[in-house]
């Protein structure tokens, strides 16, 4: 299996919290607080003049941390962040000189963009995913779908007007490879030196981007008959109609109740998301496991469910994606 590069490994977490710090000494905790709430990366920018030395506490102190360094304007600057332990560099405008750096040395670079002249310099480095800065200036959603015809090939980081009210909207897109911002970690969490704060905040904004729900419960019923009568007394008790798909009876979109043996010694429990390859990507960083017998795929051929392989209470997992509205 090839090894997946730096943003690519962004991508499966979709946000980029945006560090700016007054001052080095809190490179540390800030940098365990991100990794104990889910969300294990770090774009330090050079706005402050602790940029560089945060970048170089982080890399040395806290390993499980992906730190780069943003608002790169020069070649000192990126050199400075590798120098530091930085693994990427992120530009706010597209620098001709910062990239070809990069390149050149084998450093991953995200620069930013906001017209196509821009995608198609960063093309012409063989880069495939950029930023797109200010997004909310310049037509946000919008446009981004509209790049997507052209530019099928390219991911976005668009940063800029992305904030806890819209990044869903803006994760749904499939040529988003993640979102960045200053509304993680906040400012003022930062300020007061509340890591807690901070790591609780982490988790809120990865539930934000898996807003996982429980689609229904599979039930294990042995025979069709059994099948016959759980579904009648669920949909009597609830009000719900009954719906015959073959292998099992559904009770309205409570209950899947099978007429033969399935996964799961006493049933299953469907669990939707709103990003499927995301949250497969969360749940095996926490150990879960997945068999590809087990997938499901639509008729254009997505992805668009999967089993855990071990039983959780004598269920099965079934992870799924919602449809999109």
């Known amino acids: 299996m090839t090894e997946k590069n730096i943003f690519d490994k ?11 710090l007054d001052d080095a000494a809190d490179a540390v905790p800030l940098a365990r607080a991100l990794v104990a709430g889910g969300i294990p990366i770090a774009e330090v920018t050079f706005r402050t003049a602790a940029g560089g030395e945060s970048i170089k506490r982080m890399a040395k102190e806290v390993p499980e941390i992906m730190v780069g360094a943003g608002t790169v304007h020069d070649v000192d600057h990126a050199k400075e962040t590798v120098d530091n332990g ?37 093309l012409s480095f063989g880069l495939r995913t950029v930023k797109f800065f200010p997004a909310g200036v310049y037509g946000g959603v919008a446009t981004l779908k509209a790049l997507q015809g052209p530019f099928a090939m390219m991911k976005f980081v668009p940063t800029g007007g992305v904030g806890l009210n819209n990044l869903q909207e803006f994760l749904d897109l ?25 790591a609780a905040e982490c988790r809120n904004i990865m539930n934000l981007v898996m807003d996982f729900s429980i689609g ?10 059994n099948a016959v009568q759980v579904t009648n007394t669920l949909s009597k008790l609830f009000n719900v109609p009954v719906r015959d798909a073959g292998s099992a009876f559904f009770a309205g979109d409570l209950a899947e109740v099978l007429k033969v043996p399935f996964l799961g010694s006493n049933g299953h429990i469907a669990v939707d998301t709103r990003d499927l390859p995301r949250a497969m990507a969360m749940l095996e960083r926490n150990g879960a496991k997945f068999d590809e017998k087990d997938y499901m795929y639509d008729a254009n051929g997505k992805l668009v469910g999967a089993y855990i392989t071990e039983e959780i209470g004598g269920f099965a997992v079934h992870l799924r994606q919602r449809a999109k509205k």
């Not at 750096?101 to 963009?113: E, I, L, R, S």
């Not at 499939?174 to 901070?198: E, M, Q, R, T, Y």
């Open 216 to 225: 229904h419960v599979g039930i294990n019923a042995g025979t069709e008959e």
């Open 10 to 20: 962004i991508s499966e977490y979709g946000i980029v919290p945006l560090v700016t």
């Open 174 to 198: 499939p040529n988003v490879a993640a979102v960045g911002g200053s509304f993680v970690p906040p400012a003022k969490l930062v300020k007061a030196k509340d890591w807690d704060g901070v």
């Open 86 to 122: 930085g693994k990427f560099i992120i530009t706010p405008g597209f620098n001709r000189e910062v990239v070809d750096w990069c390149v050149k040395n084998n450093v991953p670079v995200c620069p930013g963009t906001v017209v196509p002249s821009d995608v198609e310099e960063a």
